[in-house]
């Protein structure tokens, strides 16, 4: 059983997106509720939340929008930037904890504690781009992690692979003039936010470094498993990476009512199989996932559960 790291704590929930929003608290309790009740959930190395540094979120963030973030949140806003992202009084300080609990995670695979490990952490974090929030996203939790793990553990080539339905545009906006971070995103296209066309590369010495695969609705497991296999595996391969990361969104389920694409729960168990191909033969083994989408909670929990047993088998 290979060491796999888990980063969950109820404060997460106490992020009240209010009722009836998808985004919500229930998710993790899900999500939660479910691992405990696997034989692997004893073995998983447990990480704790902490407050994340603001100088490690600016290297994502322009410091007027961290600010400007904990002043709105602070003086009573219910929303950031638009009516997608719902906020209450303690918005401010979960998404700092949300920023640390995944640094904690980089930490854990770095010195080897754990190879793999998963963020259930909330509010998600890839839409979130440089100067305003969008799509339930305060901070961007992965983009924020990678950075981590250039400047303060001199990683060099980071992969992100993104299979939320929803195109991650903060990651792929964060990173597309960096040759050193591959990011590649599977989505249903044309769906919020409307970025992630096959078109869209990178930029500057980034051009090639970014690859979109844009997924017609009426998508399923075959349309998947073609790009997984015959397209995300090799460019993976091909970069080399030290460590890669996950955009884990589960909302491409056919259970999600946010989606139009039809997804198995078994699916997600295929893509970490395949993608751990590249991490074992480049990384270490080193995979880190980081909770996005998925709003049917059944469909949630038991897809995050097929990830976990790939993460966990040797």
């Not at 793990?149 to 906006?173: C, M, P, R, S, Y």
């Amino acid at each position: 059983m290979v060491p796999t790291a888990y980063l969950f704590d109820p404060v997460y929930m106490d992020h009240d997106t209010g009722w009836g929003h998808p985004e919500r608290p229930e998710r993790l309790a899900a999500i939660d509720q479910k691992l405990r009740q696997q034989p692997y959930y004893k073995s998983l190395i447990k990480v704790e939340p902490k407050i994340g540094a603001k100088r490690y979120i600016e290297l994502v963030h322009s410091p007027d929008y961290v600010k400007r973030v904990k002043e709105e949140i602070e003086s009573g806003v219910h929303y950031l930037d638009s009516m997608d992202t719902a906020v209450c009084k303690r918005s401010y300080e979960v998404a700092l904890l949300a920023v640390g609990g995944s640094l904690n995670m980089c930490d854990a695979i770095i010195s080897g504690e754990a190879i793999r490990g998963f963020c259930a952490a909330r509010p998600p974090g890839h839409h979130a781009e440089y100067d305003y929030a969008a799509g339930f996203c305060i901070f961007n939790n992965i983009a924020i992690a990678a950075k981590y793990l250039q400047v303060e553990h001199g990683i060099n080539k980071i992969a992100i692979v993104d299979w939320d339905v929803h195109h991650g545009n903060g990651t792929q906006h964060t990173f597309e003039r960096d040759r050193n971070v591959l990011y590649i995103s599977t989505h249903q296209y044309p769906h919020f936010p409307g970025t992630g066309a096959r078109s869209e590369r990178g930029k500057g010495e980034g051009e090639g470094y970014t690859l979109n695969f844009p997924m017609p609705a009426g998508s399923g497991d075959p349309e998947y498993m073609d790009v997984f296999e015959n397209h995300i595996v090799p460019a993976l391969m091909k970069f080399e990476p030290e460590i890669v990361l996950i955009s884990a969104g589960f909302d491409a389920h056919n259970a999600d009512p946010l989606s139009y694409i039809g997804l198995s729960t078994e699916a997600y168990y295929k893509f970490t199989v395949l993608i751990k191909q590249a991490a074992n033969e480049y990384s270490g083994g080193r995979m880190i996932a980081f909770l996005e989408g998925g709003y049917d909670l059944e469909a949630l929990a038991n897809s995050v559960d097929m990830m976990m047993r790939a993460f966990i088998e040797d």
